[in-house]
């Protein structure tokens, strides 16, 4: 099967993009599932309901999220009612929401995890226990995904060895920087550090330059404004034999 995973999509104009591109997308490299990082989708910061259900009839099959998932209250409901959307398992338990579900395929299933990191990031318990406690609740599927969801690229390639073999894809989100080590690890994992971001060319990370350079010469709390003009989508497609569960082919891809 193969496998599309979007990285962070920035506001209204990134899920416009998505929906714009994804169906001939889906075709061009047969795609049989695609998740995809929504936690930018609302105005920079968290997503709505609509945005959500707009994703997911363009064909997104699960959104994941991150550390801004909660930052739209509207969305808390939705996060305990849609079977379609992901927020980091790692948090805590009290909060709205899940952070696995299981895709069912017919004559197999396939498990698909969010996680987050713990450096620069708050209220993420250890992801690499939780982890271990997830591959058991998804231990009768073949084919395993992860959205791990981490600021540091040690942190990010440390998850991917240490599920080596366990899981068909380790991909990374939240830096919204493309990286270029898309492998498939020693005994069978796909991995990319992070998957980069579906959103505006010129902006930092999404948002107006303009807004960001601002906070940081001045340190005052700040608006960030979602950056408007010509789009890029990032992401990965991974091939996996769904017999194996194994990798058998990544490509990283950024569509303009
Ligand atoms: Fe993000
Ligand atoms: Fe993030």
Redesign the pocket.
Known sequence: MNVLAIG?I?GARGCAFVAKHLPHLKRLKGIDYCVA?A??AFNGLGISPELADGLLSAGVDMITT???VFRNKGVYEYLDSCRYILRPANYYDNNPGRGVAVADFGPWRAGIINLSGQAFLEHAGNPFWCVDRLLEEVAGCRVILLDF?AEATAEKRAMGYYLDGRVSAVFG??T?VQTADEQILPAGTGYITDLG?TGCIDSV??VTPESSVAWLKSGLPAKFAVAEGPQMLCGCVFEIDSATGRCTGVERICVT
Do not use: P, Q, R, Y
């Open positions: 962070d920035v990082n936690e930018n991150g550390n801004h969801h989100t939240h919204h971001m990370l999404g």
